[in-house]
């Protein structure tokens, strides 16, 4: 990371740059090299609570408002997207025209564990997209392969046959449609794109592994 910013500065040089390092939500998955930024200048960690990220990103009543980061004149939009997480949000870069969905939307297991909040984030998000385009929808992890259905065992790590990372807004609109379609039936669901486990389902993870 500071070769990355020592390079950009570089050629974009600044009296003072900081650096912010925020989370898609808390999992340990995210926020496991939290520690390696604590003592580092001019860095900001945003906590892991939602007061936290309220407070980050101004958004001003969790979850419905859209919240902001300001980078220095580039502007992100914060969705608040609780479901897989009780903190999770979601990251809209106008300029790239990127939605990075965290662990929300991503081709493989979308576990869910509020269900009316995940249904909830997952039509805030399809709003949002009505109003600004979004034509890279970009998750966390890739866990399907390319035959329609099928994923990968958890733990994997070589996976030669994957998706590419990015998702259409169609598929973000499926995704939101398969979770209306299987928000009362507990169990894992299977899609062309993704999965979707509705509560624990300890038999299915069981097998992934």
Known sequence: MDNLIE????????????LIVAHTHAHSDHVAGDGQFSDRPRTSIVG????????????????NTVGYCDLGGRFLNVLATPGHHPTAISVYDAWT????TGDTVYPGRL??????????SLNRLVSFVKEKP??????????MTMTPK????????????EPRLQMSTKQLLAVRD?????????????FDDFWIFNGPCYGAMAKQL
């Open 7 to 18: 390079d950009w500065l570089s050629k974009h040089p600044r009296s003072d740059y900081q």
């Open 48 to 63: 892991k609570d939602v007061d936290s990220v309220c407070s980050a990103f101004q958004i001003t009543r969790w979850p």
């Open 97 to 100: 025209r990127f939605l990075l």
């Open 111 to 120: 576990y869910v564990f509020d269900f009316p909040a995940f249904v909830d």
């Open 134 to 143: 979004a034509p890279h929808v970009m998750g966390s992890h890739i866990e």
């Open 150 to 161: 099928k994923d990968y065992p958890a733990g994997t790590r070589y996976q030669p046959c």
């Open 178 to 190: 398969a979770a209306t379609s299987v928000q009362s039936k507990p169990g894992a669901h299977v």
